[in-house]
Each structure stands twice: as structure tokens, then as C-alpha cells.
């Protein structure tokens, strides 16, 4: 099984990009507290729902698949997302909901996190190449174990 490690590379940073702009995007709108519960359902649902066929499909060994798919990234992703709503949160109660701020002073509040949202970038960068190479390899050697047995 051969893997092409820059489509593979492409298409996850720019799933991963995508979920990151549009949290920290509508974090500077008024329906960005609505988004947030909205994105942490639908992932709840997700993990749910992929947990529970690959444990249908395959047992017992379905719950190593599934931490397979997960490992390494996931100790990356899980921090980033987890402030990455927690900044985006407090972002959006103080654009709007902690009293009337100037056009200026919501500049002034934005450039405030813009160093959080360029670290959180950067780890989100580190766990796309974590998640493309050693995640891939990882999950070859697992699907291939099932296939021996």
C-alpha cells in the first residue's frame, strides 16, 4: 500500500485550516458562542459514532483501530482544540457581551489574541505532519496486522 504524503499532507491542513478559521472568524461575529456548541457536538457525535461502528465491525480489535486512527495527532489536536474554544470564547464575551467597545478597542482586543491564535497555529501545523506521517505508517501496520489474522 503506497501513500501519497503530499496529497495526503495537503488535504489535512487545509481540513484542519478550514476548522480553525471559521472557529476564529465567527469568534469575531455575534453567533460565535452558538458555533462553538455547535462544532463541540458535532465532534462529540463523530468520535461517538466512529468509535462505535469500528467496534461493531471488528470487536474488540475494532477500539485498537479506532485509537490507531487517533494516537499520535490526538495529543497534539486535543490541547489545541480544547483553548482554541476556550480563547475563541472569552474572544466573543469580550467583543460582545462585556459592555460597548469602540470599533478601535475591538482592534485592540483582537490583536490581544493574535499571538495565542499564531502558537495555536503553529502546533496545529506540527500535529498535520504528525497526523500525515507517522499516524499513516502507524495505521498501515495495524490495518495490516488485522489482515494477517
Known amino acids: 500500500m503506497n501513500i501519497d504524503y503530499g496529497s495526503l499532507?495537503?488535504?489535512?491542513?487545509?481540513?484542519?485550516?478550514?476548522?480553525?478559521?471559521m472557529v476564529w472568524i465567527s469568534c469575531c461575529m455575534v453567533f460565535g458562542m452558538p458555533l462553538l456548541s455547535l462544532l463541540i457536538t458535532y465532534k462529540g457525535i463523530c468520535i461517538?459514532?466512529?468509535?462505535?461502528?469500528?467496534?461493531?465491525?471488528?470487536?474488540?480489535?475494532?477500539?485498537?483501530?479506532?485509537?490507531?486512527?487517533?494516537?499520535?495527532?490526538?495529543?497534539?489536536?486535543?490541547?489545541?482544540?480544547?483553548l482554541m474554544v476556550k480563547?475563541?470564547?472569552?474572544?466573543?464575551?469580550?467583543?460582545?457581551?462585556?459592555?460597548?467597545?469602540?470599533?478601535?478597542?475591538?482592534?485592540?482586543v483582537v490583536r490581544e489574541y493574535l499571538p495565542i491564535l499564531l502558537i495555536l497555529l503553529l502546533f496545529l501545523g506540527i500535529g498535520c505532519i504528525v497526523e500525515t506521517y507517522i499516524n499513516s505508517a502507524l495505521v498501515r501496520n495495524i490495518v495490516g496486522w488485522f489482515m494477517k489474522q
Do not use: D, W
Open 87 to 108: 480563547k475563541g470564547y472569552e474572544l466573543c464575551e469580550s467583543l460582545y457581551f462585556s459592555g460597548k467597545i469602540s470599533f478601535k478597542g475591538k482592534k485592540n
Open 48 to 82: 461517538g459514532f466512529t468509535l462505535s461502528s469500528s467496534i461493531l465491525c471488528y470487536g474488540f480489535k475494532g477500539v485498537t483501530l479506532y485509537f490507531a486512527y487517533i494516537f499520535p495527532q490526538c495529543i497534539i489536536y486535543i490541547p489545541v482544540y480544547i
Open 9 to 21: 499532507m495537503k488535504y489535512i491542513i487545509i481540513r484542519h485550516l478550514k476548522e480553525f478559521a
